[in-house]
């Protein structure tokens, strides 16, 4: 599958988002945190690196889409979302209360 098919079968259902947060994390990881999960056997783990150098195709064409590091702590990526997130939101009048609720989160590292 490629990222333009992708691509157009999204613009098809879904309107273009303001700001898309993809996480990134290698397959190795995503292997680990599934197999934590206790779901049993699959395949999913043959897929994750074509489907991951997709996504990466895809962000590097759009500069709404925003790659973030996965790998780092809960803290650290919820801190980097935040802040990717929270300029897009004050540009965005009918966001306003959205946006101050995710200032106070983040002023005081509220992470759930």
Not at 17 to 27: C, E, K, Y
Not at 40 to 63: C, M, S, T, W
Not at 81 to 95: A, E, F, W, Y
Request: charged share 25%; glycine share 6%.
């Amino acid at each position: 599958m490629s990222p333009k098919y992708i691509e157009q079968k999204n613009l098809k259902f879904a309107p273009k988002p303001d700001i898309t947060i993809l996480l990134d994390i290698s397959p190795q990881t995503a292997k680990e945190r599934f197999q934590g999960r206790d779901q049993g056997k699959n395949d999913f783990g043959e897929r994750l690196e074509p489907v991951r150098d997709i996504f990466i195709q895809i962000v590097a064409n759009h500069p709404e889409m925003k790659m973030i590091d996965g790998e780092k702590s809960i803290a650290a990526v919820g801190s980097k979302i935040l802040s990717t997130v929270l300029p897009v939101l004050r540009n965005i009048k009918s966001t306003i209360k959205a946006g101050k609720l995710l200032q106070v989160i983040f002023e005081n590292q509220v992470w759930f």
